[in-house]
C-alpha cells in the first residue's frame, strides 16, 4: 500500500498528500486538516545567460553560445578543425564530438547551441572513441609527407594525430589524389592534404567577400577549387595560409626555405599601411623569413593584408648599407666622417629656411621629432611629409580633424556609413574587412568617390564634389538615413587631403557632419583615414612648413627622410640633396650625400595609426652593414653641424616625444581626441584614391620581387 501511495504521489504532484489521502468522513472535515495551498512563486526574470555544467565544473556563459564555445570558457580544449571564432559554424570535420547528457549520441559542440544545467563530458571514453574514428577517417586519404610539408611543427593535424592517431590503418585501398590549384604567386596549394573543414571558403565569402573558393563534388570525389582556374583576387587571400590547419595551403615565397622551430619571432608593427596592423616578424639569424598576423581585437583582429605579409623580400634587395657621397664619377663609398664633412660644408652656404626636410611614408616619429629639432635649431622652420602635396599644408592643430575618430573597433556599431575620396579596398585593405563587417551586419554604406567594388554593396552617388553638394542642398534620401541612423559614420580618404580645393571639400564635409548629426555625446562617426604609416605622427608632432616657410625661396639643401614620392616637384635641380633611408630608391639616385638608415624589422620605433594609436616596432634582425637607427643619425649630424640636440639615449627621446605630443607616452592605448568643428569647390574635378598600385607603395614593396610578381600575374589575369 505504501508502494502504491508513492507512485500516486508522482501521478499527483500538485495536491498535497495530507489532502489526497485523507480519512475525515466529509467535506468540513477536509476542509479542518488542509491548509490553503500557497500561490506559485513568480517566474524568474529572463535572463541572457545560462548556467552548464563542463566537465563537473559550473560555469555561466551567454545563451547564444554553443558547446565549444563554453568549453572554452571553461578552459576545457576541445579538438577542432573546421570551426573558427570569426567564421561562420560548418560542422563538417566532427572533430569536436562530445557527451551532452541525455543525449544518445556524441554531438558535434561547435553546432549544438547550450542550454540551461545542460551537462557536458569531453573525456569520457565513448568520447575518446568518437575522435579517434574521426580522426581514422580523416587520414584515410591524407599523404605521408609530413618531412617536407611547410605546416610540419605547427600543422593542428599533426597535432591531434599525436592524441587521437592509431599506429596503424585499417584502409587498403589506393588513396585519391587531387590535381593542385594555381590560385597565384602567394598562395601554394598541395590538394592532397585537404581535409575539406572549407575555412577557407568561408573566409574568401565572408571576410574577403571575393567569392574565390568552392566546393565542387560529394564525398570523396570532393574538391576545393576556384571552379575555372584564375587567381585569388583578394587583398586578404594570405590568411587563408593561416587558417588552413593542414599544409593544403602554405605560403609559396617561404617553401621549403624554413622551419617554424629555427624561426625567432619578434611581435612588431606593420608600416605598409596606416592601419598599424599587429604582426610577428619570424627571422632566422639576420634575415627576415616570414611575416605573419598577430592577434589585436581592437585593430587588425587577425588578419593581414598580401602587401604586408609578403613584401619581406623586399628588405634583402637594393639596400643601403654604408654612406655614400657624390662625385665626379657618381656616388662613391665613403666613410660617416667624410659624408658628414660633405653635409657641413653644404649647409654653410644656407641659412635659416633654405634648409628643408621631407618625412618618408616609413619614417618613425623619433626620427621625426629629432629631425625638426634640428631644424629648428638652425633657424628653419621648412619641412613637411610627402604626402602634403597640396598648396597649403594640412592644419595639425586639432587632432580630431585628421583622425578616424569613431575608431577601427567602433566601426563595427555603425549602421549608415558615407565614404567621400577613399578606396579603402586598396589603401587599407584589413579595415576594408571591418567595413564589410558592418555591411554584413545591417548598415548601410553609400560613397562619393571611384564607382569601384569595395567587396560589398554600397550607393554610389557620385565621382565628383558635385555630389557632395547635392546631398548638401537637398533632402537627399542618404542624408535622411544619416539623420535617423543611431551611430552614422564619414569616412574620407587619403586622396581627399591631396586636393587642390582640400579645405573646400572639408568645410563641406563639416558642414554635412553637423546638418546630419554625425558628431553627437557619446559618438564621433567624423573620420579621415590615411595611407602611410608616418602621417599621422607627423601631424601630432607638427612636422608642417611654418608661416614663414611657406613663403620661402627655394631651398638651397633638402633633407629627404625616405622621401621618394613627389620628389620632382619638391626639390630644386641645383639643391644639394641629402638622402637618408633603407632602400636604394628615387630619391637616392638624386643624392649627393646617402646616410644608410635602418628598416622597421631592424629598429625600435613608434608609429601612430590613423585612428591615433600610438604603437611601437621591435628590432628583429640587426642592422645591415655600416647602417644605423635614424634618430641617432640626426642625432650625430646635430653635433657636427654645432647644433647638438639634447637626448643621447632612447628613452630621452621618448620623453622628447611626450614632451611634444603627450599620447606619445601612451603606447598601445588610444586617447581620444577632443572634437572642434571647424573655396570653391572643385566641382568637375572626380575624387581619386592616391593608391594607383596596391602591390607598390614605397621602397620596401618596390624592392619586393613576390610583389612584382603580382603585379604581373594580375596584367595576365586581365588580358
Known amino acids: 500500500m505504501a508502494l502504491n501511495m508513492q507512485r500516486l504521489g508522482r501521478m499527483l504532484p500538485s495536491l498535497p498528500v495530507s489532502r489526497a489521502f485523507s480519512t475525515a468522513a466529509g467535506p468540513a472535515a477536509t476542509q479542518a486538516t488542509s491548509p490553503t495551498p500557497p500561490s506559485p512563486p513568480p517566474p524568474p526574470p529572463p535572463s541572457d545567460t545560462a548556467e552548464v555544467f563542463v566537465d563537473g565544473q559550473p560555469i555561466t556563459v551567454p545563451k547564444s553560445f554553443t558547446v565549444i564555445q563554453a568549453c572554452d570558457a571553461a578552459g576545457v580544449d576541445i579538438p577542432r578543425f573546421c570551426y573558427h571564432q570569426r567564421l561562420s559554424i560548418a560542422g563538417n570535420c566532427r ?96 590538394m592532397n592534404r585537404c581535409i575539406h573543414c572549407t575555412r577557407c571558403v568561408r573566409f574568401s565569402s565572408e571576410v574577403a567577400g571575393t567569392e574565390d573558393l568552392g566546393v565542387t563534388g560529394r564525398g570523396r570525389d570532393s574538391e576545393i577549387g576556384t571552379y575555372v582556374e584564375k587567381l585569388m583576387q583578394s587583398e586578404l587571400s594570405g590568411n587563408v595560409i593561416d587558417l588552413c590547419p593542414v599544409g593544403a595551403l602554405t605560403s609559396k615565397p617561404y617553401a621549403f626555405t624554413a622551419r617554424s622551430w629555427e624561426l625567432k619571432s619578434t611581435e612588431s608593427v606593420d608600416v605598409s599601411d596606416a592601419l598599424g596592423s599587429n ?9 627576415v623569413m616570414r611575416i605573419t598576423p598577430r592577434l589585436n581585437e581592437e585593430v587588425n583582429e587577425e588578419w593581414l593584408s598580401d602587401k604586408a605579409r609578403f613584401q619581406y623580400d623586399g628588405l634583402k634587395r637594393q639596400r643601403l648599407n654604408t654612406p655614400m657621397v657624390k662625385g665626379p664619377n657618381g656616388l662613391q663609398p665613403a666613410t660617416w666622417g667624410a659624408a658628414f664633412e660633405a653635409i657641413r660644408g653644404a649647409m ?36 613637411k611629409h610627402e604626402d602634403d602635396v597640396a598648396a597649403e599644408p594640412v592644419c595639425a592643430d586639432v587632432r580630431s580633424t ?126 579621415v ?40 616637384r619638391e626639390v630644386p635641380e641645383d639643391a644639394f640633396v641629402i638622402y637618408q633611408g633603407h632602400h636604394g630608391d ?67 627621446v621618448r620623453a622628447r616625444l611626450a614632451e611634444v605630443a603627450p599620447h606619445f607616452a601612451l603606447i598601445n592605448n588610444l586617447q581620444q581626441p577632443v572634437w572642434l568643428n571647424g573655396e570653391v569647390l572643385q566641382k568637375d574635378v572626380p575624387f581619386q584614391s592616391p593608391v594607383n598600385n596596391f602591390y607598390m607603395t614605397d621602397s620596401v614593396s618596390r624592392a619586393s620581387a613576390v610583389m612584382a610578381k603580382c603585379i604581373l600575374a594580375k596584367q595576365e589575369a586581365k588580358n
Request: charged share 25%.
Open 348 to 383: 654653410a652656404g644656407a641659412k635659416g629656411d633654405e634648409i628643408k626636410a621631407i618625412a618618408g611614408k616609413l619614417t618613425d616619429a623619433e626620427t621625426l621629432v629629432a629631425t625638426k629639432d634640428l631644424l629648428n635649431r638652425l633657424g628653419s622652420g621648412n619641412m
Open 402 to 527: 585628421y583622425l578616424a575618430n569613431t575608431t577601427v573597433m567602433g566601426f563595427e556599431q555603425a549602421d549608415a556609413i558615407l565614404l567621400v575620396g577613399t578606396n579603402p579596398r586598396h589603401e587599407s585593405p584589413v579595415f576594408n574587412s571591418r567595413l564589410r563587417k558592418a555591411f554584413l551586419d545591417g548598415a548601410e554604406i553609400a560613397s562619393i568617390g571611384p564607382n569601384i567594388d569595395l567587396t560589398y554593396k554600397y550607393q554610389h552617388l557620385g565621382s565628383e564634389p558635385a555630389a557632395l553638394s547635392q546631398l548638401l542642398a537637398s533632402e537627399h534620401p542618404f542624408l535622411e538615413k544619416l539623420k535617423s541612423a543611431s551611430a552614422p559614420a564619414i569616412v574620407i580618404g587619403p586622396g581627399v587631403l591631396r586636393r587642390e580645393d582640400r579645405d573646400a571639400v572639408m568645410r563641406a564635409v563639416h558642414e554635412l557632419v553637423d546638418k546630419a548629426g554625425v558628431v553627437r555625446p557619446g559618438w564621433n562617426g567624423f573620420n
Open 586 to 652: 628615387k630619391g637616392a639616385t638624386r643624392a649627393n650625400v646617402v646616410l644608410p638608415g635602418a628598416a622597421y624589422t631592424e629598429k625600435s620605433g613608434l608609429y601612430v595609426n590613423f585612428e591615433g594609436r600610438v604603437q611601437q616596432t621591435r628590432a628583429a634582425v640587426p642592422v645591415l652593414g655600416d647602417a644605423r637607427e635614424d634618430w641617432k643619425i640626426v642625432r650625430a649630424l646635430s653635433e657636427v653641424l654645432g647644433a647638438r640636440l639634447p637626448y643621447d639615449t632612447h628613452s630621452a
Open 279 to 287: 604582426i610577428k616578424v619570424d627571422a632566422r639569424g639576420s634575415e
Open 529 to 568: 583615414i590615411h595611407d602611410s604609416a608616418s602621417r599621422v605622427a607627423a601631424l601630432d608632432l607638427g612636422f608642417v612648413p611654418s608661416a614663414s616657410a611657406r613663403s620661402a625661396p627655394p631651398p638651397k639643401v633638402v633633407y629627404l627622410l625616405g622621401a621618394d614620392d613627389w620628389m620632382d
Open 95 to 190: 572533430m569536436c564530438l562530445v557527451e551532452v547528457e541525455k543525449s544518445p549520441k556524441p554531438v558535434a559542440s561547435c553546432a549544438m547551441p547550450v542550454m540551461p544545467g545542460q551537462k557536458i563530458k569531453t573525456d569520457t571514453p565513448l568520447v575518446k572513441k568518437a575522435r579517434e574514428g574521426v580522426m581514422e577517417f580523416l587520414l584515410i586519404n591524407h599523404p605521408l609527407d609530413c618531412p617536407i610539408c611547410d605546416q610540419g611543427g605547427e600543422c593542428d593535424l599533426q597535432d591531434q594525430a599525436m592524441i587521437f592517431g592509431s599506429d596503424k590503418s585499417r584502409f587498403v585501398e589506393t588513396k585519391r589524389a587531387v590535381d593542385d590549384k594555381n590560385l597565384g604567386p602567394l598562395v601554394k596549394t598541395v
